[in-house]
């Protein structure tokens, strides 16, 4: 998760959007486009109209002729529709990925090494557009498109309209680039969605215990001196025994997770711990809300 020194600064998100639409015109300019991997996207149907147009045009219609040329008219019916607000940013974005696109040259960083494509093109792309939701905004296309589809088809939501939308994109690039290609290409997909969603949600994981004993007090005393964590006691009922009891529940980094196990073993050899996975963790001890 990305940490500021203070509050947020009103151009923060422009700069992000800047630096996400800069690394995902990396992606596409050094790795997706010359392996020929397409992901979805009115970039991915770019990369498309790109080869079916080499025939008549010297190195094929570029890719931010193309991309800008399919992105105003779906921008004009957003403008109609969902107004000026709904459209700044991404409509900001989508200019900046166009502009990179024209700028950044094309490269074969891979090497025609299609696994090396996906791979550090799905990573590079990942950051870019984890950047852009970070800042509120979207690089337009099939995204914008299945919000305005979803105004008439409301019985569907607007991820499945655009999963639909992708898939089609995906489809016809496998029909260009072949079967091998495209396979790559669900790669590179998968690599993005798990790198911008950790990019969101935050890369700082943290542990979250529950703890059933029967000296909860003595226990939950030890665990907030020696840990310096929080501890909250939640009152239940064990419905086999009957019997009235308190769950401690705390929540601390992944080393300490270790120390925590080993307070437990030793205060109570007979304790029901449980030990999940928190995500992402905001407050006091952790990640503090005007750092975020």
Same mark, same amino acid.
């Given at each position: ?58 190195? %094929? /219609?570029? @890719?931010? $002729?193309?991309?800008? =040329? ?5 921008? +004009?019916? &957003? ?48 950051? %870019? /557009?984890? @950047?852009? $939701?970070?800042?509120? =905004? ?5 995204? +914008?498109? &299945? ?51 950790? @990019? ?66 030793? @205060? ?25």
């Amino acid at each position: 998760m990305i940490k500021w020194l203070g509050k947020k600064p009103p151009w923060a998100d422009y700069l992000l959007i800047l630096a996400g639409t800069g690394c995902m015109g990396l992606g596409i300019q050094w790795f997706y486009d010359p392996s020929g991997l397409v992901t979805g996207g009115f970039t991915g149907i770019a990369i498309i109209a790109k080869l079916a147009s080499l025939s008549f045009v010297s190195g %094929g /219609i570029p @890719l931010w $002729l193309t991309n800008l =040329a399919l992105n105003i008219p779906v921008f +004009l019916i &957003a403008l109609k529709v969902k107004g000026k607000r709904f459209v700044g940013r991404t409509g900001i974005a989508t200019v900046l990925l166009s502009a990179w696109l024209y700028l950044i040259p094309s490269m074969d960083m891979a090497q025609q090494d299609p696994l090396l494509a996906a791979v550090f093109g799905g990573v590079i792309s990942g950051v %870019g /557009i984890g @950047l852009v $939701l970070l800042a509120r =905004a979207t690089t337009g296309g099939t995204d +914008l498109m &299945a919000v305005l589809i979803q105004k008439k088809l409301r019985h569907y939501s607007v991820v499945q309209i655009m999963q639909v939308i992708d898939g089609m994109v995906v489809l016809a690039g496998l029909y260009a680039f072949g079967l091998k290609t495209g396979l790559y290409a669900v790669i590179a997909i998968y690599i993005v969605s798990k790198v911008s969603d950790a @990019l969101m949600e935050g890369m700082k994981f943290s542990k979250a215990a529950y703890i059933i004993t029967d000296h909860y007090d003595e226990m939950a005393k030890v665990l907030m001196e020696q840990l310096n964590r929080g501890v909250t006691g939640f009152h239940a009922k064990g419905m086999y025994s009957q019997n009235e009891k308190c769950i401690l529940y705390c929540v601390v980094s992944k080393k300490e997770i270790v120390d925590l196990k080993e307070i437990v073993a030793k @205060l109570d050899a007979k304790a029901f711990v449980i030990v999940s996975n928190a995500r992402e963790v905001l407050g006091e001890g952790f990640i503090e809300y005007g750092r975020i």
